[in-house]
């Protein structure tokens, strides 16, 4: 962190990023303020696309409230569906059959690998190469086909129901989704001599954007973000839910902490979840994919619930209050980007505009899910 | 084990009360209730135990002493018919304690969620505020995290949290004067 | 001094390598699909906006003007209207609008429907001028399918 | 009336190289767009016309029917003077660029102090728009254009100070001559001293930062700057920017080809020409298209890092061992 002269003859001045801004993937606007191209204070805005999901929540029955989920955060809307339903099932106490945990898993994590192809694609635009976004775009087509063949959407998924999944997978996608194994395979060595190992790339994001473990603590930054700086947390290890426990796979940890490290830590991702899927399709078990008696009108007992899931961007918590009646008392949506921005400010102190946009795209933000 | 790491330290705060929750069914470890002055110097216990904040929001608690009191009158009214109904046994009897207190007026419930990196402990922590004058002590100095937290609470319920270093608007338009998640609230 | 080699020589060669790369993908075939050209056939669960289904027997739509779907739609986008005929215990389908513009495309009215009276379309070109060309009437849609 | 052959001879050239740069812009634009399509694996521009080869021509005529708006506050002279000045350098340079045997329009024998004077005019065009304009964007790249021409200028001067020192004539033609064939040319070593091909791709690489291109495009950079020095610029100012970047290119790769691949010589000696000079000056030009769409933008220290640290030394340590070589064979 090199050290402003912090005269207050400096004259510095006020630059708008955003909100209408190529770097800020979305409608977010970060007020800088600069002395040169060195940021004296950063200071995100919000609101631009607040939609107020929360009180939607509140007016409408469970299964009505299904398709908002994923509209929060629409790169990794399976998490989303997956993290209300499971708070849900957890309320009324639902059992779901074990092939439907199965798709489901598969699926998230299918979710999670595109979120991370277009994250990937959009983070080296933000650096300045052009020609990864379409690599990435390209392996991420394929595996949206995939998943429209099975849920009927590409990218706003509503294909979760409490007890189950909407419809059944077929064998297509299950060759498919072999076929798409072996191809990313293949692909993810070409993305690391193509970017990793880039040295203009390396020089990008080494050693920029360092983001302490402490700062993570005291943000409650979570996923990638707080994986880069050390911090061995991953819902889906820590607090397990679904049929993760029956998956060998492991969390890709990097203590540095720079914009390096959260790179690496969602390259290896892919890579982990790759694993995942493999095993999944391995232990497919056969049988029903929706629970016997889930009742039509849904009305969970009173009392407070919790439910954490690992999305792609970290934990998203749901804490459903219901007081007995069809339509939630209360439904809060922790996102993890919220968190993962709020230290934006703190962390870009003292940096160059380029390296900040290098920190911002290392954080992998989703607007939308901030603003709820 | 964290949580009884955190029982012990939390035995300071005089007014917190702690009590397991079974997590398979709610989802969090422990649930700590605190009076409002006391919610920084719980966050700071909690920050020295290594927690981070995951996310602090609000629920209305509108008409629930109106809840209260006919739940109340219900059962001393039932209390009076079964004693009628046993021959007039003794029905002076004091209705059943087990009512909680009436609360004098009804309340916002400030809910604070922490978690831990290491050990499997989700903490909630609820702080009874009154809907009238709704007044919580920020703890943003503690976890800076929390600011934005509460600056989306203010905006959501009105709760005023007090040492905040900037409750404007976060999510709502910048002169937005209206509370939308509150119970009484009118579009 | 020696990392600044290395520094170099590593870097001169990973330059290398993704030049490599983009010339070994610069002479390899094309993937684009060109639209206006060509389209792809859409997968049989796409969820495009829903229509009515045509009953074989009957010749004309299953619904029996339960209303279930408008009921439980989140968006509210659906109306329905029929009327009672006598000697027919079914009410018949005098009208079915479906408003487009705030369709969430979610499926809850298809999953809930219990005469599997709607189903999913395949069109996906909505181009249009006026947010009114959005609100479908799905019954005269079924009649020009007929016709 | 007859008309004296040397205003007749002037004339000629003038249009011929007007025509030249606007054709050459146009195709440039074009091969760009199909080399970044073919590298991102689509196609590129293919509806107007065959091949979509009327695609520049198309935008060009869309550029010039648009208004050309100057924004309120900016000032006005500097605003409408800038993309003239990043345009007079790149036409001006081809005066003295050797097509072909006889195709040059002055032979001057400072052919190339003349290219570097001009060229240096550039980086003045792109400061003026970007103060000019009025937007902070534009201010924030027009300082990083200056500090990256400044920083790109010493090393690109050195390695030419070491090529006049072999050839000992600053002349282009003479230069070209001295090159007949392909054994002759100034890239490989036993042509003057052993770090000549380290001299032709140190030139190489600051022609690129010369021209703002590939992965020093710091001055127009999409993603922080939003468009850099020409974000307020619309219609034919944005066009002129264009044009003038694209000659620019053209004469920074003609410069390599002739100093160091000798110009429109054929290699083996056959029959030397236009051609030769356009098939070389296009494939070093394909080249720069081909790293810009495969590397990410360094950052402005990276950049100077780079310069400083390492082209700076490599092009002094090549005049010292040329200087050193010539002084003992």
Redesign the interface.
């Known amino acids: 962190m090199n050290v402003l002269a912090q005269d207050p003859a400096l004259e510095t001045f006020v630059l708008n990023m955003g909100p209408q801004h190529p770097a800020t993937h979305g409608v977010l606007r970060v007020k800088l303020v600069l002395d040169g191209e060195y940021i004296v204070e950063a200071e995100p805005v919000l609101g631009y696309i607040h939609r107020m999901h929360e009180k939607m929540g509140e007016n409408r029955t469970f299964a009505q409230f299904m398709p908002n989920t994923g509209r929060l955060d629409y790169l990794s809307a399976l998490s989303y569906n997956h993290g209300y339903v499971c708070a849900v099932e957890r309320a009324a106490g639902i059992g779901v059959p074990e092939r439907a945990e199965y798709i489901r898993c598969i699926t998230v994590e299918l979710n999670r690998i595109s979120s991370h192809l277009l994250w990937l694609g959009a983070y080296v635009l933000d650096l300045g190469g052009f020609t990864p976004l379409l690599y990435a775009f390209d392996d991420r087509e394929i595996l949206l086909d995939l998943l429209e063949g099975v849920t009927g959407a590409r990218l706003t998924y509503c294909y979760f129901r409490f007890g189950g999944v909407y419809n059944d997978i077929d064998d297509d996608f299950v060759t498919g989704l072999k076929g798409f194994v072996k191809r990313m395979r293949t692909r993810l060595p070409m993305y690391h001599n193509l970017v990793t190992k880039n040295i203009i790339l390396r020089k990008r994001l080494e050693d920029i954007g360092f983001i302490t473990p402490e700062l993570c603590r005291k943000y409650g930054a979570t996923g990638p973000v707080a994986r880069g700086s050390g911090i061995d947390y991953d819902v889906r290890r820590h607090e397990p839910y679904s049929v993760y426990p029956e998956f060998k796979f492991d969390i890709p940890v990097y203590p540095k902490g720079d914009s390096m490290a959260r790179y690496l830590v969602r390259m290896d991702e892919i890579e982990q979840s790759l694993r995942i899927i493999e095993q999944g399709l391995d232990k497919l078990p056969s049988g029903p994919v929706m629970a016997e008696k889930v009742p039509k009108i849904l009305k969970p007992p009173k009392g407070d619930y919790y439910h954490a899931v690992e999305a792609a961007r970290g934990a998203f918590g749901v804490r459903l209050v219901s007081d007995g009646t069809n339509t939630p008392y209360r439904l809060k949506l922790r996102s993890p980007s919220f968190s993962n921005l709020s230290l934006f400010a703190e962390a870009a102190q003292g940096l160059l505009i380029a390296d900040a946009i290098a920190l911002m795209g290392s954080l992998d933000l989703v607007i939308p899910e901030i603003d709820r | 084990m964290k949580a009884n790491a955190l029982k012990q330290a939390m035995a300071k705060v005089s007014s917190a009360k702690i009590s397991e929750a079974p997590y398979a069914a709610k989802g969090f470890h422990l649930e700590i209730s605190v009076a409002p002055a006391e919610v920084a110097a719980a966050a700071a216990v909690l920050d020295r135990e290594g927690f981070f904040i995951e996310a602090v929001t609000g629920v209305d608690w509108l008409g629930e002493q109106a809840a209260a009191e006919k739940a109340a009158k219900a059962a001393a009214a039932a209390a009076a018919k079964k004693a009628a109904a046993s021959g007039e046994a003794a029905p002076a009897e004091p209705a059943p304690a087990v009512a909680p207190a009436i609360p004098a007026e009804d309340q916002f419930e400030v809910v604070y969620d922490f978690n831990h990196y290491e050990a499997l402990c989700r903490v909630t922590m609820r702080v009874r505020v009154v809907r009238s004058t709704p007044e919580v002590p920020t703890i943003s100095e503690i976890y800076p995290g929390a600011n934005w937290h509460e600056r989306e609470t203010h905006d959501f319920f009105g709760i005023v949290f007090t040492g905040h270093p900037d409750l404007s608007p976060l999510l709502l338009p910048e002169d937005a004067d209206f509370h939308p998640l509150r119970k009484d609230f009118q579009a | 001094m020696s990392g600044y080699f290395r520094d170099l020589l590593d870097g001169t060669k990973s330059l290398a390598v993704g030049l490599g790369i983009t010339f070994k993908y610069m002479v390899g075939p094309v993937i684009t699909l060109q639209y206006p050209h060509q389209t792809l056939p859409m997968q049989p669960r796409f969820r495009g906006h829903i229509d009515l289904v045509r009953d074989p027997e009957t010749g004309t739509d299953r619904c029996i003007v339960c209303g279930m779907c408008q009921k439980t739609c989140p968006s509210g986008c659906i109306t329905v209207a029929g009327d009672k005929v006598e000697g027919v215990k079914k009410k018949a389908l005098t009208l079915y609008t479906l408003d487009f513009t705030k369709c969430s495309l979610c499926g809850l009215c298809v999953e809930v429907c219990p005469a599997d009276a709607i189903t999913f379309s395949k069109d996906y070109n909505l181009a249009g001028r006026s947010r009114e060309a959005y609100v479908f009437d799905l019954k005269k849609r079924l009649e020009e399918r007929k016709g | 009336m007859s008309v004296h052959p040397d205003v007749a001879r002037v004339i000629g050239y003038v249009v011929g190289t007007i025509a030249f740069v606007a054709l050459n812009a146009s195709f440039l634009v074009w091969l760009e767009r199909k ?2 399509g ?6 590129g521009p ?1 509806e107007v016309g065959p091949f979509g080869i009327f695609q520049s021509l198309a935008d060009g005529i869309k550029l010039m029917s648009k208004q050309l708006i100057v924004p309120e506050g900016a000032d006005g002279l500097l605003f409408r003077l800038a993309p003239l000045l990043v345009m007079i350098p790149a036409v001006m340079v081809y005066v003295v660029i050797p097509f072909g045997p006889a195709l040059v329009a002055r032979d001057i024998n400072m052919g190339i102090l003349v290219i570097f004077a001009f060229a240096s005019i550039n980086v003045l065009g792109l400061l003026l728009g970007g103060w000019g304009s009025n937007n ?2 534009a201010v ?1 790249s027009a ?1 990083r254009a200056v500090s990256q021409n400044v920083a790109y200028e010493i090393p690109m001067l050195l390695t030419v100070v070491t090529l006049v020192m072999i050839t000992h004539t600053m002349s282009l033609n003479q230069i070209v001559a001295q090159q007949p064939t392909i054994k002759d040319w100034y890239l490989f070593p036993w042509n003057g001293s052993i770090m000549l091909p380290i001299g032709f791709l140190i030139f190489f690489i600051c022609s690129m930062a010369e021209t703002n291109r590939a ?1 020093f ?1 710091l001055g127009e ?6 468009a850099g020095f020409h974000t307020e610029y619309a219609g034919m100012g944005f066009g002129l920017f264009f044009l003038g970047e694209y000659s620019n290119v053209f004469v920074g790769c003609a410069l390599a080809s002739i100093m160091f691949l000798g110009g429109w010589q054929c290699p083996f000696g056959l029959y030397p020409g236009v051609h030769w000079m356009l098939i070389k000056t296009y494939f070093l030009v394909f080249v720069v298209m ?2 810009r ?10 950049l100077l890092n780079l310069s400083w ?2 082209l700076i030394p490599f092009a002094l340590l090549n005049l010292l061992v040329t200087a050193a070589l010539l002084k003992v064979f």
């Open positions: 080399v970044a073919h590298i991102q694996r689509r196609i293919k902070k964007y924030i300082t992965p495009d950079a999409e993603s922080e700057l939003v081909w790293v769409w495969t590397y990410p933008r360094t950052t402005l220290y990276g640290k390492v």
